[in-house]
């Protein structure tokens, strides 16, 4: 007779598990009357996200919710403060139970974050993440290929990434573009390199208050037909994040660098000899801007432009000016354009004269990377 009872007690408990199941879940009662149940998992204070098993993850408009629990512990920010713990509703105000001080109570109106503690975890680890993590960027790849009356081939290799921290961010970039036309035609004797540049450097900034920030750079440049075998151009100040929203952001920036460039098989404008080599080092400013714009769901333009007048001579500078689109056509495919501009006041005298300026328009496939 055991046996049948143990079986028996066995079976109600299992039917009293199951139907009692829902009672253990969180809840979310709509001021319509439905009732939902699931999981907590956040909010902002305008949404909240249940996690269900029959629908996925449902995101729920705070003033369409009559009130709401949780079985399960939650970081809630309310009216400037943090508490742990289960959750209920009481009327307009939000509930926290937690374990040292007890029930705490605020206005559910000054909720501002709510965490299941997998999200908390994962927000922690954005906030402070190793530096392997939180990189995000992309490729650019460009290349064009003429045959016949012409024989020309064109390259146009770019890369970006940025690492954004809770309060720093670094920025790595390179970008190189190569040339050459392979159609031999009197008098020249072989092919010619009719481009032949590559720029690359980092940007660091950190922020003293969320408006303010200090940075420091390095940038490095040449170029084989300005005749330029390396500038390089390191530098630090502070700046303002001007603009700071989810569709645009606008830093400005002000400094200084300390400048050295090397100029190598210059054309002697007087010969003998046929070439010379010429280096100086300057202290200049650094005068810049970045801007970032979120055009439309898949379009963003960026603009970046940096002068340095020269310290020891006003009349002397150089800056530099970058335009640039990305379109995504998938998640990490996209279609991209940019323009370049480097300007330099007193290059080297030379026969033929060195220009001044060197500009560069290429398009070509952007391919997006995020860790």
């Not at 000054?110 to 490729?139: I, L």
């Amino acid at each position: 007779m055991r046996k049948p009872l143990a079986v028996g007690l066995l079976f109600l408990f299992a039917i009293a598990v199951l139907f009692s199941a829902p009672a253990f879940a969180d809840q979310v009662v709509m001021k319509n009357g439905d009732k939902l149940t699931g999981s907590i998992t956040k909010s902002d204070g305008k949404t909240l996200v249940l996690k269900t098993d029959y629908a996925g993850d449902l995101t729920i408009k705070f003033d369409a919710i009559a009130s709401f629990s949780s079985t399960t512990e939650l970081n809630v920010t309310a009216a400037g403060k943090t508490a742990v713990g289960p959750v209920s509703t009481n009327g307009s105000n939000i509930v926290v139970a937690t374990k040292t001080a007890g029930s705490v109570e605020a206005p559910i109106s000054s909720v501002t974050v709510m965490r299941s503690p997998e999200e908390e975890t994962a927000y922690e680890k954005t906030m402070h993440p190793g530096f392997a993590e939180g990189w995000a960027g992309g490729v650019n790849l460009g290349f064009a290929l003429t045959a016949g009356n012409s024989e020309t081939k064109n390259l146009n290799v770019a890369f970006n990434a940025l690492r954004t921290g809770a309060h720093d961010k670094l920025t790595l970039y390179e970008n190189s573009i190569y040339a050459v036309n392979d159609k031999i035609v009197a008098p020249a004797t072989a092919p010619q390199t009719t481009a032949n540049s590559n720029s690359g450097g980092a940007r660091y900034d950190h922020d003293f208050i969320p408006r303010v920030f200090g940075f420091g750079s390095a940038d490095f440049f040449s170029n084989s037909l300005q005749d330029l075998n390396l500038r390089y151009i390191l530098g630090g100040g502070v700046g303002l994040h001007a603009v700071k929203s989810a569709k645009a952001t606008l830093d400005v920036l002000v400094g200084a660098n300390y400048t050295h460039e090397s100029y190598a098989d210059v054309a002697s404008p007087n010969p003998p000899p046929a070439t010379y080599s010429y280096s100086q080092s300057l202290g200049a400013l650094t005068l810049a801007d970045a801007f970032n714009y979120k055009l439309g769901k898949s379009t963003v333009v960026t603009q970046a432009f940096t002068l340095y007048p020269d310290l020891s001579d006003t009349s002397q500078y150089r800056f530099t000016f970058n335009f640039g689109t990305v379109t995504k056509i998938n998640k990490w495919l996209g279609w991209q354009n940019s323009v370049s501009d480097v300007f330099v006041s007193n290059p080297p005298i030379a026969v033929p004269r060195i220009e001044r300026n060197d500009l560069q328009i290429s398009t070509g496939l952007n391919m997006a990377f995020k860790h």
